[in-house]
């Protein structure tokens, strides 16, 4: 009663928002029973169908809110064999009755029973969206759905809490977050796909029928697939068509399965991995499922990337509160790191050398990466033991990080705490604590095991040792560093039935160490990394102020790779380094103002042996991490437009970044090598305010003599930036920035 009553209230108030030409982000139409979210310019639409499955209507381009659905009617039949369980595309569906597609949830109960089928029972609407209560139809196993849309992008956040109120326990085999559906029809799949130091391939392919599965079963994201999709509407284009995109917010074992159906329709499921998977639910226990976000672009793939980005900087990142303010992420500081510098070799001395070079280069933070502990010679030792070396600093962290910053720097340091090496104090004192099954081997990866995260004592050991190190020194930047993927993933404190909970607990507590230490030293900043960008994602990056996207620093590779990493992350959390040249992953020589303009599309840091740069170098990097500076939140927190990319062989490449107000624009080219005398092509500019007046201004390299130095942004965008005959040869770059006047 109550419920309708509400109801109604909430519909004639929504008529008077429309009347108003103000939609609220979520509407009940009691009538239909279907629930309606807007937001950006999308629309969601889903509705309680006449048996009372909850079954997805529209998603898309947003809606007059006068556009009212009828109620959902399941879809019939086909045949015997393709039924209407399987037909209907249901916004959670349980596995039972006669499903015969990807379940998004699939539970074993205590008795053996293995049916599952949710109905809706009720819902209430929340500031953003709906809470959606399920019930089985017979049994008390609960799942509320969680719906919020952001009224800015119109991104989706979906997920799930399933609940057991029956007096016995039941064990869930398969819990997704989300499922998302799309009409019968010929789609695009676009997926990032890698393996270490060759990450973030942007594969695409048409959806055929039948799944394809993106995941990963190694414990964390992973190198290999990233919980990223986009299907795009025909084939792929980057400025056209329909895109629906979703990432998963999850660190952990994840698995997203892309179907299409017997009726050619799409469904995408996504949230832990089923594989291996079990987690007991006791009576009146409860299982929350990570993020699924989902959002819809209109004008293809550039567009889609835009609108992610935006997000993620709005709503994903952690936002720092600094002088009083929780204000947007600033851009990041321009840092040093000596990993390739002096690998493991780091001494007080050699770090203090390098730190006096970093500042004359006008770096901002200097990271002092792996090395610096317990008895770190290589990697075969140390990893657990996170005391100073006192050979390699007899004096503590303290006289470095004092030099650090007298040089107005602040300073980082590397970290790998979920990890131990055999060879430690700590194996030695708690063999038992890694993920192991009891008389079996146990592999090592980079002579290293993995500490099992999920055990109390585990988790009281890395939250205390990393809060003392952050108490004990004054450290503004961690580097969180992640080595290898799981083995043997077992916990044999629990019973054997619950032992699988590790796939969850594991996560869940490295999200719950890293909230506790930002609540305590709420100015400390993070990068997430795997060996490289093994683990990126948005479930981490709630966390994570940036993150290593490939120990492969290669500049020509690395637009490849940022090319791809830019689908699916914002260019504000890619580090990316100036690294010494020839570099070791293809011995490639390139200059150095090649290698800086690859690494200024991100977030730029040098990573270089500084102490054998030529005066000349140590100028040329100056000027450019100047010129960076000027224009750098343009192009971490802009609109970026891929102009040219450089998948495929391509022999050119260019991307430009449109501040939010449009009054500035930076352009990057690149040549990998000219052939058969070809010139760059002229670059349509994009995103500019057509009617304003921009002043081109080389950041490095030439505009064609007959180019203006000024013009309209309807000139850039229609006629183009031509570059100068000069501008041939083997890895060439250039880059040019647009004030609007
Ligand atoms: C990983 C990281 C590197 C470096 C090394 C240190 O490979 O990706 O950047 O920190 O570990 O061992």
């Not at 393709?82 to 037909?87: A, V």
Request: hydrophobic share 40%; with cysteine; net charge negative.
């Amino acid at each position: 009663m109550m419920k309708t009553f509400t109801s109604a209230i909430l519909l004639n108030f929504s008529l008077i928002l429309a009347a108003q030409n103000m939609a609220q982000p979520a509407s009940f139409d009691s009538n239909a029973k279907t629930f309606r979210l807007d937001g950006g310019d999308v629309s969601y639409v889903f509705g309680v169908n006449s048996r009372g499955e909850l079954q997805q209507l529209y998603w898309g381009g947003r809606i007059a809110i006068s556009d009212r659905f009828p109620q959902a009617q399941s879809l019939r039949e086909w045949a015997s064999f393709d039924d209407s369980y399987s037909n209907t595309p249901q916004e959670y569906a349980g596995w039972g009755a006669g499903l015969f597609n990807e379940p998004a949830l699939k539970v074993t109960f205590a008795d053996g029973n293995r049916d599952l089928v949710l109905h809706y029972d009720n819902h209430k609407i929340t500031p953003h969206g709906f809470d959606i209560v399920l019930k089985d139809i017979k049994a008390a196993v609960f799942v509320t759905l969680h719906y919020s849309i952001d009224p800015e992008t119109g991104i989706l956040a979906r997920s799930a809490t399933i609940e057991n109120r029956e007096a016995q326990p039941i064990t869930i085999e398969q819990a997704a977050a989300a499922a998302w559906a799309l009409p019968a029809g010929h789609y695009t799949l676009n997926y990032l796909t890698g393996r270490w130091a060759g990450e973030w391939t942007l594969t695409q392919e048409p959806i055929h029928p039948g799944a394809r599965i993106i995941e990963s079963r190694r414990g964390s994201t992973g190198h290999q697939a990233n919980p990223w999709f986009a299907i795009q509407s025909g084939d792929t284009s980057e400025n056209h068509g329909d895109v629906w995109f979703g990432a998963l917010a999850w660190s952990g074992s994840w698995r997203i399965t892309v179907e299409q159906d017997q009726l050619e329709a799409v469904r995408i499921t996504g949230g832990f991995n089923p594989f291996d998977f079990g987690y007991v639910l006791a009576p009146n226990q409860s299982l929350e499922t990570p993020v699924f976000y989902g959002g819809y672009a209109a004008h293809g793939l550039g567009e889609a990337s835009r609108i992610l980005h935006h997000f993620e900087i709005a709503h994903v990142l952690p936002h720092r509160v600094g002088e009083g303010d929780t204000a947007a992420p600033k851009p990041r500081p321009v840092i040093y790191n000596s990993w390739e510098a002096t690998e493991m070799n780091v001494t007080e001395e050699g770090q203090e050398v390098l730190a006096e070079k970093a500042a004359a280069l006008g770096i901002n933070r200097f990271v002092m990466d792996d090395g610096w502990f317990g008895q770190r010679k290589d990697d075969h030792a140390g990893l657990g033991d996170w005391y100073v070396n006192p050979q390699k600093f007899p004096h503590g962290l303290k006289p470095l990080i004092d030099k650090v910053h007298s040089l107005n720097m602040d300073f980082g340091l590397w970290v790998e705490p979920e990890m131990v090496n055999p060879d430690s104090d700590l194996y030695r004192a708690h063999p038992d604590w890694v993920l192991n099954f009891p008389g079996r081997p146990r592999t090592e990866q980079r002579n290293q095991l993995v500490l099992n995260l999920a055990r109390p004592d585990v988790r009281a050991y890395v939250y205390g040792f990393l809060d003392k190190l952050l108490t004990e020194n004054d450290i503004a930047f961690l580097k969180w560093d992640y080595n290898r993927n799981w083995s043997e993933p077992g916990w044999d404190q629990l019973p054997p039935a619950e032992q699988k909970k590790v796939y969850v607990e594991f996560t869940r507590n490295l999200y719950s160490i890293l909230a506790e230490l930002h609540a305590k030293h709420p100015k400390v900043e993070l990068e997430s990394c795997s060996g490289g960008g093994g683990r990126v994602d948005l479930g981490i990056l709630q966390y994570a102020d940036e993150v290593w996207p490939s120990d492969n620093t290669d500049p020509f590779d690395r637009l490849t790779q940022q090319d791809g990493f830019s689908y699916a992350y914002t260019p504000q959390v890619m580090m990316a380094w100036v690294t010494d040249s020839p570099h070791g992953i293809n011995n490639r020589s390139v200059s150095l103002p090649y290698s800086m303009l690859s690494s200024m599309q991100g977030s730029l840091g040098i990573g270089a042996n500084i102490t054998k740069w030529s005066d000349e170098e140590m100028a040329t990097a100056k000027r450019l991490i100047a010129a960076y500076h000027e224009v750098q939140p343009t192009i971490v927190q802009g609109n970026l437009y891929r102009l040219i990319s450089p998948r495929n062989g391509s022999e050119f490449s260019a991307t430009q970044t449109v501040n939010r107000d449009k009054s500035q624009s930076v352009v990057f080219a690149f040549i990998h090598s000219t052939q058969e005398g070809h010139k760059f092509p002229r670059l349509k500019l994009e995103g500019l305010d057509p009617a304003g007046n921009y002043a081109l201004t080389p950041i490095e390299g030439k505009a064609e003599r007959d180019t203006p130095t000024t013009a309209s942004g309807a000139w850039w965008m229609n006629h183009g930036l031509d570059f100068s005959d000069e501008f041939r040869g083997d890895f060439q770059a250039a880059a040019f920035r647009l004030d609007k006047k």
